[in-house]
């Protein structure tokens, strides 16, 4: 199937319409089903205790001096960090639960300015439970919405919580999968804990879309050991933190919160670029979706960006008196 990557992405194009966090008057009925929402979202959350881990590319540390897992700059020196404790949710948002929010929210459903954009996102979004594809403002306003219904502290994870959640409380881990690597089948080509080309194209062809535009749903492959999922592909990441390629070697110790305001400015959107985590489609060998990989987006792109994100929860204790964390053997 023949890759859609339209020239048009060159034009000056409207995006998104950009949601606000608002409350609608809702029915008894409304009211019940909102309440079994909150009550799943709730339930789906992770706890991560508080912990100290080394941020960034720990490879030449935990190999004692040789050399680096990545050629990237921006994701060195690794430095320690503190983070009090924390829930994070264990699936990226769906798109049934996007469009759920906007519709108790009253708030008109996601539209772009040209059609062969809304066509991409319908084939972004066309399988059950596949995540929200939204810009930075609609993941935060959806945080934020979370927030306003249950009086809980949920907000867009900072860089520093989603990377020690990936790596299972910041162990020595690279890859967020169920085993810390990537496994396909040689003969097949099709993935058994991670999304393939070969998978993609298989539903591509099976739905007639295309196929850079398959996302799978975000419970399809194993959990890693903390009980996340999707952590390693499937999609990139919003976080909090504006990017800075210089970030680590000024950022604080304990909690950090990335740059107070935005550091690199895209000249085509005339925005400060935000940091995204996780990757699309890692390939086994490829440093591409390892747990300290750093990316950035533009917040508000005019198009369906392939960009997701899930929340966390910032409160002590644990939402469902449980510590829902496995420890596992550093790599």
């Not at 690794?78 to 994070?88: D, K, T, Y």
């Not at 900072?158 to 999968?177: D, L, P």
């Not at 990989?293 to 899930?310: C, I, L, Q």
Request: net charge negative; proline share 7%; aromatic share 12%.
């Amino acid at each position: 199937m023949k890759r859609f990557i339209p020239f048009l992405l060159m034009l000056t194009l409207c995006g998104c319409d950009q949601p606000q966090v608002s409350s609608l008057a809702l029915s008894a009925e409304q009211k019940k089903t909102l309440a079994d929402f909150i009550q799943r979202v709730k339930s789906d959350m992770v706890y991560m205790p508080a912990g100290s881990f080394l941020m960034g590319d720990f490879c030449r540390e935990m190999r004692r001096g040789v050399a680096y897992c990545s050629a990237d700059e921006d994701n060195k020196p690794a430095h320690q960090v503190e983070l009090s404790a924390f829930s994070i949710a264990k699936f990226k948002i769906t798109h049934e639960d996007y469009d759920f929010y906007l519709k108790m929210s009253g708030l008109p459903s996601q539209k772009f300015k040209e059609e062969w954009q809304n066509e991409m996102l319908a084939e972004m979004t066309v399988l059950e439970k596949s995540p929200a594809i939204i810009s930075w403002s609609e993941a935060d306003n959806y945080c934020r919405w979370l927030k306003q219904q249950t009086g809980l502290n949920f907000a867009l994870p900072t860089e520093a919580q989603w990377e020690y959640a990936a790596r299972n409380k910041g162990k020595y881990v690279s890859i967020a999968s169920d085993d810390g690597s990537l496994r396909y089948n040689l003969k097949t080509g099709r993935g058994e804990n991670f999304a393939t080309d070969e998978d993609r194209e298989v539903v591509a062809e099976s739905l007639h879309i295309d196929s850079i535009n398959v996302f799978f749903p975000v419970d399809h492959w194993p959990p890693s050991p903390a009980g996340l999922y999707g952590m390693a592909d499937n999609g990139k990441e919003w976080v909090q933190d504006w990017y800075d390629p210089e970030w680590y070697q000024k950022s604080p110790r304990r909690d950090p919160q990335g740059p107070e305001k935005g550091v690199i400015k895209s000249q085509r959107y005339d925005q400060y670029w935000k940091v995204t985590r996780g990757a699309d489609s890692p390939s086994p060998g490829r440093p591409s979706g390892m747990t300290f990989s750093r990316n950035y987006k533009v917040p508000e792109p005019d198009y369906p960006a392939g960009v997701t994100a899930r929340c966390v929860v910032n409160d002590p204790k644990p939402l469902n008196g449980i510590q829902h964390v496995t420890d596992s053997k550093t790599e």
